[in-house]
């Protein structure tokens, strides 16, 4: 019985393992015509490194290259209230539901990044390029 045990429990470890590891895989190809980066950002992630960040030219292409692809209409995570449609001052409407103005780091989206209650796993860890822009854009009161 003690062996059985064992091997039951490797198998769980193996396809927990296994499953963290494929949460991001899992998200199939982008859609054409999706950037996976910021757009035309420059220095550090955004349009200039002196520049305030915006939305639109800093957020919304991590946005729609990280999460579009299960978080749009027909995705896996349709179901969600984070659905995004390409349309940036649309997606902007959305995303400022799950932004924290008066505690940026506190914002649900950069919890959803990180993995922290996201199905999907981690998407951009804390201390990455991109979850430091969408911060520093947070921080800097989400400019359109």
Same mark, same amino acid.
């Given at each position: 019985?003690? !062996? #059985?045990?064992?091997?039951?429990?490797?198998?769980?470890?193996? =396809?927990?393992?296994? @499953? $963290? %590891?494929?949460?991001?895989?899992?998200?199939?190809?982008?859609?054409?015509?999706?950037?996976?980066?910021?757009?035309?950002?420059?220095?550090?992630?955004?349009?200039?490194?002196?520049?305030?960040?915006?939305?639109?030219?800093?957020?919304?292409?991590?946005?729609?290259?990280?999460?579009?692809?299960?978080? !749009? #209409?027909?995705?896996?995570?349709?179901?969600?209230?984070?659905? =995004?449609?390409?349309? @940036? $001052? %649309?997606?902007?409407?959305?995303?400022?539901?799950?932004?924290?103005?008066?505690?940026?780091?506190?914002?649900?989206?950069?919890?959803?990044?990180?993995?922290?209650?996201?199905?999907?796993?981690?998407?951009?860890?804390?201390?990455?390029?991109?979850?430091?822009?969408?911060?520093?854009?947070?921080?800097?009161?989400?400019?359109?």
């Amino acid at each position: 019985m003690t !062996s #059985e045990r064992a091997v039951l429990r490797i198998a769980f470890c193996a =396809l927990a393992a296994l @499953a $963290a %590891a494929c949460a991001d895989v899992s998200r199939g190809p982008a859609p054409a015509g999706v950037d996976g980066g910021a757009g035309e950002a420059g220095e550090g992630g955004f349009s200039s490194p002196d520049a305030a960040a915006s939305f639109a030219t800093d957020v919304h292409g991590i946005l729609t290259g990280s999460c579009m692809r299960c978080h !749009s #209409e027909g995705g896996e995570a349709s179901d969600t209230t984070f659905l =995004l449609t390409g349309d @940036a $001052a %649309a997606d902007l409407e959305t995303t400022t539901r799950f932004i924290n103005l008066d505690a940026p780091a506190a914002s649900r989206l950069l919890a959803k990044m990180s993995g922290n209650g996201h199905g999907g796993g981690t998407v951009h860890a804390a201390g990455t390029p991109e979850y430091e822009t969408v911060l520093r854009w947070i921080q800097e009161g989400a400019r359109p």
